[in-house]
């Protein structure tokens, strides 16, 4: 079993930064697997954000978040970060963390095998 918890989200003022976690854990859990953010608004689909390769040096974003949001990982820790700077009203979402029993990330949500709860973040204008 593999548990996903992600952390750090919240309310925000349009130009301003967070920093998510996703603390994974359980006793099937690899570091050398890839790992990704998506997020989900009210009435949308869930989007591809970032991901990140198991060793932490091949990342992809979307085009609405790149040049903005950094998505990093600690494998010691088990734990993956999205940095997210200069938040705009339209990353009002449910973030949401993602585990692939793959060393290279995708970028769709069914190339995913494991998912956290989400977190919320909210940016106001």
């Known amino acids: 079993q593999v548990q996903l918890v992600e952390s750090g989200g919240g309310l925000v003022q349009a130009g301003g930064s967070l920093r998510l976690s996703c603390a994974a854990s359980?006793?099937?859990?690899?570091?050398?697997?890839?790992m990704g953010w998506f997020r989900q608004a009210p009435g949308k689909e869930r989007e591809f954000v970032a991901a990140i390769d198991w060793s932490g040096t091949l990342t992809k974003y979307s085009d609405s978040v790149t040049g903005r949001f950094t998505i990093s990982r600690d494998n010691a820790k088990l734990t993956v970060y999205l940095q997210m700077n200069s938040l705009k009203p339209e990353d009002t979402a449910a973030y949401y963390c993602?585990?692939?029993?793959?060393?290279?990330?995708?970028?769709?949500?069914?190339?995913?095998?494991?998912w956290g709860q989400g977190t919320q973040v909210t940016v106001s204008s």
């Open positions: 359980g006793r099937t859990f690899r570091s050398s697997y890839a």
């Open positions: 993602a585990g692939r029993i793959m060393v290279v990330p995708g970028t769709e949500p069914i190339e995913y095998d494991y």
